[in-house]
């Protein structure tokens, strides 16, 4: 046997009572195992048990901010399929600081809001609506991008290198072709000067030869 005390917070803002709401969502088995639930304060309990639909609708509001839960099973049923159940603590009242259910008209705590669980009733989804679905991403799948990512900056690092390297292969023989052409022309400037000084010295001595 399993006993279960849910309390909700005595006062909320605003001296507001708080209660608690209680859904089942699941059920199985009435042989085997029942559930017990107090949900008023002097009533007796609700016995609950068998195969819960899913159009059945199974949420209990306390009276006041205390709800009591028990659990009983047999031995035989060890290994078998439970009961889930969600509980939530909710305030009715004209005025909500909080997130007000558009369906129940519960107001609940904003951290409740895209949970993933239905807070707010049997038919009312709105704390679950308008919200943003995270969509998961797989170790592997960002791994992969990773890799790609690095592939492709490491291939763009190759194609600058090697077209850095052209560039300074061009700028080099440019220099070169330029230092071999300067060169050529101070040879040939060189050997028209030294022609020119052979044939001053030529005159030169056949001038003194007619003077004599």
Known sequence: CVNLNVFTRIFYKAALKNRVYLIFNTWRGCPAAVVRLWHTIDGPPLELCGEKQSSDKWQYLSEGNSMRISFVSADKSVGAQGFRAVWTEVTE????????????????????????????????????????????????????????????????????????????????????????????????????????????????????????
């Open 93 to 212: 009242s004209t005025t909500c600081e909080q997130f007000r259910c558009k369906a129940s008209n519960y107001c609940i705590s904003n951290n409740l809001k895209c949970n993933r669980v239905n807070n707010c009733g049997h038919g009312d989804s709105s704390d679950e609506m308008s919200c943003i679905v995270e969509v998961p991403i797989d170790t592997f799948t960002l791994l992969g991008i990773a890799l790609c990512v690095g592939a492709v900056l490491i291939l763009g690092v190759c194609v600058w290198c090697h077209r850095k390297r052209r560039r300074r292969r061009r700028q080099l023989a440019r220099l070169r072709r330029s230092t071999v052409g300067s060169s050529r022309r101070q040879l040939s400037t060189g050997g028209s000067s030294r022609r020119q000084h052979v044939c001053d010295e030529l005159g030169e001595r056949f001038a003194s030869v007619d003077s004599v």
